[in-house]
């Protein structure tokens, strides 16, 4: 037998919870003696042919407990997606704890109203532990939205990798219980280094779910942003040709929001039914090609179609040409990735692959939200792209994208 002792309630303390503590004897008998005004109290041990063993510790899930009582770190917090997470988790009404660079501090502080602001180096795990250190604040559950700023192959594994692994790292000494990591759901099909990258961690955070069974993980895989399909409609609001490659039907996607896509996420912080999976999400509605996608631009601004088809052997051969000198010069081994990522999105699609089939499925790729990519457009013709950047931590593919085909 054992006594039970419980810490005081203390909403700093989000982790209290009961401790049994084996007694040095024997389950005790007490023995009550009533007499006049007196009460005595005597513990004798009984025999016992059972040996003693300590009963675990049960530690109650962060999501038994009221918002207000939970801290959620969020890494990669000033990237595109980032900030809506931020954003969406304090309009939820959780603690917010959010990293983010020296540089970034007056952006962030005038975004994140409501949450915890943490100016540090995700890349640089001493200092990143050093900055919760200085909190003094446990930590429930952990989001990443760590992308590379590049897509190049040096920064890819600083960051997807390397940084994402401080981040789960420190998170964890401070006792968070569940990680929601923001990957791509193009990892399905490895050719870059910063898919090769985020697989590296996403199967880190299956291990680590496999050696404690208090931890779990959520990977959330998204579809196209809408900020990805809108480079063009400036240029083709301006009179100019929607740009594609081969007939525009070779790939498609179902996009999604960036205020639906950080709702989903929070989502996957407090549903459990999320944990312990790979979250394949995309937007409402069919798969759009990009012909579709031109398609509709047109229609919103009341013009015939125009476009102009780029083979796509093109860009096989200056991927061709940029791995050949990168031999030479390494230092052109990025401009070669660069290519090789264009050529990736020019031809894969954004939706689930079909283990079975080895295809592209837009019925297997989920859908949720409610904003939709022709509403995107509408807004996007009426205000412009102004409050659209991808953020530091991403990659603009897109407009790298224009700029080879101008």
Sequence with gaps: MSLRFSSPSNPLLLHSHAHFIPLPFSSPILHISPKPKTLSLTITAASSSQPLTAQPTITPSFRTKPPHQVNILVVGSTGYIGKFVVKELCRRGFNVIAIARERSRDDAIRQFTGATVCFSDVTDAAVLERSLDSLALPIDAAVSCLASRSGGIQDSWKIDYEASRNSLAAARRHGATHFVLLSAICVQKPLLEFQ???????????????????????????????????????????????????????????????????????????????????????????????????????????????????????????????????????????????????????????????????????????????????????????????GQELGEHSFNLQEKKIALED
């Design 196 to 386: 090769r990258a985020k697989l590296k961690f996403e199967a880190e955070l299956a291990d680590e779910e496999a050696k404690d069974p208090t931890f779990s993980y959520s990977i959330v895989r998204p579809t196209a942003f809408f900020k990805s399909l809108g480079g063009q409609v400036d240029t083709v609001k301006d009179g100019k040709p929607y740009v594609m490659f081969g007939d525009g039907k070779m790939c498609s996607c179902k996009p999604i929001s960036e205020q639906d896509l950080a709702s989903f996420i929070a989502d996957c912080v407090v549903d459990e039914t999320k944990a312990g999976k790979i979250l394949p999400v995309g937007g409402p509605g069919k798969a759009l090609t990009p012909v579709e996608q031109g398609e509709m631009l047109f229609r919103l601004l009341g013009r015939d179609p125009k476009f102009v088809k780029v083979p796509i052997s093109l860009m096989d051969f200056v991927i061709g040409a940029l791995e050949f000198l990168a031999k030479v010069f390494p230092a052109l081994e990025d401009a070669a990735e660069f290519g090789r990522i264009g050529r990736y999105y020019a031809a894969e699609s954004m939706l689930v692959l079909d283990e079975e089939t080895g295809e592209y499925s837009a019925e297997k790729t989920p859908s949720y939200g409610t904003d939709t990519l022709e509403e995107f457009f509408a807004r996007v013709v009426r205000e412009g792209m102004a």
